[in-house]
């Protein structure tokens, strides 16, 4: 199976038909589901600044509802567009525009971080959000989600590992959303979902996301690296790329990679199927 893919930069309209999207949201995540039948399904919403790139994908495909939305875990650059994304294409509330969400599934506010980010969730989402676990599904023409096994973090742990993982079914594409998950558990998760064609790399192609292991389990044929080419983090990591030296990669922003970066080392890390993105990423999901 080889499904066809577009880079959506300066494109006038967008692919009708079931796909996924990858937005292009900088340092962050963001990702579109369409369905056979038209549903549409969010995971996460990226940075507060890169909310008009999600509101400007929303807008190609003609989408004012979102059918689910899921938030991997409260990190801002992956929940911080949601409020101004709600607003709709004017910003105002009450003014006709707003994006309308039935449901909304995140780890469960138990120790959320206090930030504005995490706050405005909260707010808009009100009453039609709710704690989702592993082995929770959701389905539609064409379109199935289900949460994957994590682990079981620490009583302790940091955001990243309090996320959650999905396993995505959408024509013949089956997709890994890990979130920002450490490596021995995104390793899990890629064990509970098998084989897939796409992952997307846990933590933006960081150091402690993407394992031998995980490679392994996930046996992707296309990996998506979400990054942004500002990115401070040197995400995605030079052991990263080498560790995918064989697979196909394709990565939204490369930081620092320039010979006065600060990540010089990533230009010579890139392997001969790795390809640097300008725009959105669609992928094509033939129905079955």
Request: one cysteine or more; aromatic letters at 4%.
């Amino acid at each position: 199976m080889d499904p066809t893919a577009l880079l959506l930069a300066g494109t006038l309209t967008a692919p009708s038909g079931p796909g996924l999207r990858f937005i292009d949201v900088g340092q962050g995540s963001a990702l579109l589901l369409v369905g056979a039948a038209g549903q549409a399904v969010m995971i996460d919403s990226g940075p507060a600044g890169a909310a008009e790139a999600v509101l400007h994908a929303l807008d190609e495909h003609g989408l004012l509802r979102i059918d689910l939305w899921i938030h991997t875990h409260f990190d801002a650059d992956h929940v911080g567009g949601f409020g101004r994304v709600l607003a709709g294409a004017d910003g105002v509330v009450g003014s006709g525009d707003e994006i309308e969400v039935v449901a909304l599934w995140d780890r469960g506010l138990a120790g959320a971080p206090a930030t504005d980010a995490v706050a405005a969730y909260r707010a808009g989402a009100g009453e039609r959000r709710r704690e989702a676990r592993a082995g929770d599904r959701w389905d539609a023409p064409g379109l199935s989600l289900r949460l994957v096994r994590t682990g079981a973090p620490l009583m302790f742990a940091a955001e990243n590992a309090r996320g959650l993982a999905i396993c995505v079914e959408i024509g013949e594409l089956r997709l890994l959303a890990p979130g920002d998950l450490p490596a021995a558990q995104a390793a899990e998760a890629a064990a509970d979902c098998g084989a897939v064609y796409v992952l997307w790399a846990a933590h933006h192609g960081g150091v402690d996301g993407t394992s031998a292991t995980v490679i392994a389990a996930a046996d992707p044929a296309l990996v998506v690296i979400s990054a942004g080419h500002d990115n401070p983090y040197c995400h995605p990591a030079a052991i990263t790329l080498a560790r995918l030296s064989t697979r196909a990669v394709w990565i939204t922003g490369l930081a620092g990679a320039g010979p006065l970066g600060a990540c010089p080392s990533l230009a010579t890390s890139l392997a001969e199927q790795h390809r640097l993105l300008a725009g959105d990423l669609w992928l094509v999901a033939d129905e079955p």
